[in-house]
């Protein structure tokens, strides 16, 4: 198809890491245990990139421990020796539409009695604005072809660099939940993004060892929650625990705002013995009263309301035994009305200095707003004129460093405001740049190392990036040429362009400055290629 040009995102949730004390991938009908067929469902966040296994570990430990007998299914197959069972449908650098491309033949060939997913992390670089509507395409295909599946449905866990588009999606997540929910679909809403911190990430994408563990308590009393999602509602040996928690204290409302609200309780004691697990919230709608969240702490903020609504709710503790407590008394909340449709003024005397090879540093003075500005938009264009502005980061404060630049090359800039009600102010003045043509920011080196490989592929990890200067760089670019017939499947830490067999790649933001002497390992990539062919990548260069 001649030079088609694909861009992957430096932050995609991408190719799993294959180290050697991880099990190769292989078939997951080789390793069946008998129990309720539970199906992990994702991308490289289930499948376990920087802790192969990911929350599989912990969760299998907590059933097992909890008496369950489970399979976990999937045609995935990785983690360490301690992991009971390696099945898995985790896969690295999907979006939603590609494990709904897949998902009827997996609930086919898998039939699982529970699914576990997680998705839309890769989404949030490619076309995040029609990520729900996607994830309710899929939702709907697994519960009409599985409408006995108990479906669990989380909220994506935080990334940085692009946590705003990660909040606006989640909040969109228990709507479409509730919907199904409520048409007496087995769906239920897992928040999972209020468990974890970007601290608990190793990389800004992938949860290191502690945020996988959080991630696995969440699944496991969201589990405990619904009866016959791990046993059909009787673990083997049974739970001897069949005493409730005590009633959640009075619970209140704060932070009340069109679309979220904060609520608190007082914290339940669990008498029985298996401690206390966490807590479920309903919202009380007369003979039927749907759960809108979930939180294992007696706080939780609750996103995707409907302005200008009144919502009564309650809580109930739930114990390790899945005894769930009496019903705690209403709080009752008006969310605010979405009347604010005033957009802030225009960011003025937008500014660059200190442009280098690879960087430049924007300035403006602020906007105002009637109710508040919450952010910027920074806006760039490629060239002097034609090119089309697209959205390239977003900035709290009133200056940002943009990075990953290309040397020699001119670029233009807006600034755009926004308020909590999502209004958008006019673009600021356009200011125009052009990158240094090399030579003033020190020299690199790029060193790839082969992690693994097999007959069709293999892993570059890591391709080392290194200054070998007297200067600090603030921004590199490796290229690089693959054999014919490879193809680059996924990369990690980088932002990537392919044309034909040419690859660059690029730094993201936390990457791009490297001292003298220092060097990142944070970059990698995955190729395929055809059987039997043994050829390498080529050409390495770093400027």
């Known amino acids: 198809m001649g030079n088609m040009t694909r861009l992957l995102s430096g932050l995609t949730a991408g190719v799993a890491l294959i180290a050697a004390a991880v099990f190769a991938t292989g078939s997951a009908s080789a390793e069946s245990n008998g129990g309720v067929r539970v199906m992990p469902l994702g991308d490289s966040i289930t499948d376990g990139l920087t802790v192969p296994g990911g929350y599989r570990i912990n969760l299998w430990q907590r059933v097992v421990s909890g008496g369950y007998t489970v399979d976990f299914v999937g045609s995935g197959f990785n983690g360490p020796a301690s992991l009971g069972d390696h099945d898995h449908e985790g896969h690295s650098g999907w979006r939603i539409d590609q494990i709904d491309a897949n998902i009827v033949n997996w609930l086919r060939t898998y039939t699982p009695r529970t699914m576990l997913l997680h998705i839309g992390t890769n989404d949030m670089f490619q076309n995040p604005s029609g990520a729900p509507a996607r994830l309710a395409t899929l939702i709907d295909r697994i519960t009409t072809n599985a409408p006995n599946t108990e479906l669990f449905v989380a909220t994506i866990i935080p990334l940085s660099g692009a946590d705003a588009a990660v909040r ?29 911190t970007t601290a608990d990430l190793a990389d800004g994408v992938h949860p290191n060892a502690g945020g996988y563990n959080k991630m696995a308590a969440v699944w496991y009393n969201a589990l405990q929650s619904v009866p016959g999602s791990l046993s059909n509602g009787t673990p083997s040996p049974s739970p001897t625990d069949t005493t409730p928690p005590t009633t959640p204290g009075a619970p209140s409302a704060a932070n009340v705002t069109a679309s979220a609200a904060t609520i608190s309780w007082g914290a339940s004691t669990d008498p029985g013995g298996s401690g206390l697990a966490g807590y479920n919230l309903y919202r009380e709608q007369g003979a039927t009263d749907p759960q809108i969240g979930q939180s ?77 500005v919450t952010g910027y938009d920074i806006l760039r264009a490629p060239g002097a004129s034609g090119g089309a502005f697209t959205q390239a980061d977003t900035a709290t404060a009133t200056s940002f460093s943009d990075t990953g630049l290309t040397a020699g090359t001119t670029y233009r800039y807006q600034v755009r405001a926004r ?23 020190g020299t690199c080196t790029a060193t790839p190392t082969v992690q693994t490989q097999w007959n069709s592929g293999y892993v570059i990890q890591p391709l080392t990036i290194a200054n070998t200067g007297t200067a600090t760089i603030t921004g590199w670019t490796v290229t690089l040429t693959l054999p014919a017939g490879h193809t680059l499947t996924g990369s990690w830490n980088g932002t990537v362009t392919v044309s034909g067999q040419s690859v660059t790649i690029r730094n ?25 062919n043994t050829a390498l990548p080529s050409g390495y260069t770093c400027a």
């Open 508 to 532: 993201v933001g936390h990457n791009g400055t490297l001292a003298p002497g220092a060097s990142t390992t944070s970059v990698g990539f995955q190729v395929s290629r055809p059987n039997g």
């Open 296 to 372: 294992a702490t007696n706080s939780v903020t609750l996103t995707g309301l409907t302005a200008g609504t009144q919502y009564q709710l309650y809580v109930r503790a739930r114990d390790g035994a899945g005894n769930l407590s009496g019903n705690s008394t209403l709080v009752t909340f008006t969310t605010t009305t979405s009347g604010d449709t005033s957009p802030p003024t225009a960011p003025g005397a937008l500014t660059a200095s200190g442009t280098t090879t690879t960087g430049t540093n924007l300035s403006w003075t602020a906007s105002s707003d009637n109710t508040g």
């Open 419 to 441: 308020d909590a009600a999502g209004n958008l102010s006019p673009v600021s003045n356009t200011v125009q740049i052009t990158t240094q043509t090399g030579g003033t920011t």
């Open 168 to 196: 606006t999606f989640n909040a969109a997540i228990p709507g479409i939940v509730q919907t199904r929910a409520s048409a007496g679909r087995r769906v239920h809403l897992v928040e999972m993004y209020s468990a974890l």
